[in-house]
């Protein structure tokens, strides 16, 4: 590996630690064995100060990323003595007087003061001049009949509108061609002739992705984004979204 690399992959990972403690992120999302594993692999590689001072950091930081975990279990277990039946509970066992105590230290009533000022009178003169008559309002808009017609279907996909068979055949060709391909990068998968094509094809992939018939990998160091096919579709008990921008050219 170069030199070159080696401080890029190192500061990602200092880039990634800071993330988790400046924006909070998740710290569990951090791969931290690995990220240890890969600095163990450069440190005979290090030779100059700058190199060992970044490595330093970087582990400093995943060090705290770990600190950050331990933070997050002891804050979801302390969530335990706020359990909605444990709360329940406790009321039950309070008396109206101990009940009646506590709504009166927790009651903070908001006072309003109304009245009708000038401005509001106005308002209220303008809308009434201004509000069509009773008749002109049940008449009712004036709409020009227009008998029904055939719409080509060039027309219709021209407006958006796709025929349920011929969007599942395109998922379905889709689907085939990413299962040929393997684990592939996203970009080059989606990549069309031109940004329109680009677009289509992020779009149905968007919807593979949502019936679990393609999986998605993330790989924050590399910065890189990977779809892979699935033979049976994967019903996953947590769900995140992942935006990822097209711009056009």
């Known amino acids: 590996m170069k030199p070159t690399e080696r401080r890029d992959l190192i500061l990602r990972i200092i880039d990634l630690c800071e993330s988790v403690s400046k924006k909070g992120l998740n710290p569990f999302d951090v791969k931290v064995r690995e990220l240890f594993d890969r600095l163990r692999e450069l440190l005979?590689?290090?030779?100059?100060?700058?190199?060992?001072?970044?490595?330093?950091q970087a582990v400093?930081?995943?060090?705290?990323?770990?600190?950050?975990?331990?933070?997050?279990?002891?804050?979801?277990?302390?969530?335990?003595?706020l359990d909605p039946f444990l709360v329940l509970l406790k009321l039950?066992?309070?008396?109206?007087?101990?009940?009646?105590?506590?709504?009166?230290?927790?009651?903070?009533?908001v006072l309003e003061l109304e009245c009708l000022t000038t401005n509001g009178l106005r308002e209220g003169h303008d809308y009434w001049r201004l509000l069509p008559s009773l008749e002109e309002r049940l008449r009712g808009?004036?709409?020009?009949?227009?008998r029904p017609g055939m719409m080509e279907r060039e027309e219709l996909e021209r407006m958006g509108f796709l025929p349920?068979?011929?969007?599942?055949?395109?998922?379905?060709?889709?689907?085939?061609?990413?299962?040929k391909k393997g684990k592939v990068s996203y970009w080059q998968f989606v990549k069309g002739r031109d940004y329109t094509e680009t677009v289509r094809r992020a779009?149905?992939?968007?919807?593979?992705i949502t019936y679990g018939r393609a999986a998605v990998e993330v790989d924050p160091i590399k910065e890189e984004i990977k779809v892979e096919a699935r033979e049976e579709p994967e019903r996953r008990r947590e769900t995140c979204s992942l935006p990822i921008s097209i711009s056009p050219p």
């Open 60 to 81: 400093l930081g995943l060090s705290e990323v770990v600190y950050q975990q331990g933070e997050w279990i002891k804050h979801r277990s302390s969530l335990l003595y």
């Open 203 to 208: 779009y149905l992939l968007s919807f593979l």
């Open 92 to 109: 039950q066992a309070l008396s109206p007087e101990e009940l009646a105590e506590i709504f009166v230290r927790s009651w903070h009533p």
């Open 141 to 146: 808009p004036v709409v020009a009949e227009i």
């Open 164 to 179: 349920k068979e011929l969007f599942e055949e395109m998922l379905e060709q889709l689907w085939m061609e990413l299962r």
């Open 44 to 56: 005979p590689l290090l030779k100059k100060h700058e190199e060992l001072y970044l490595d330093l």
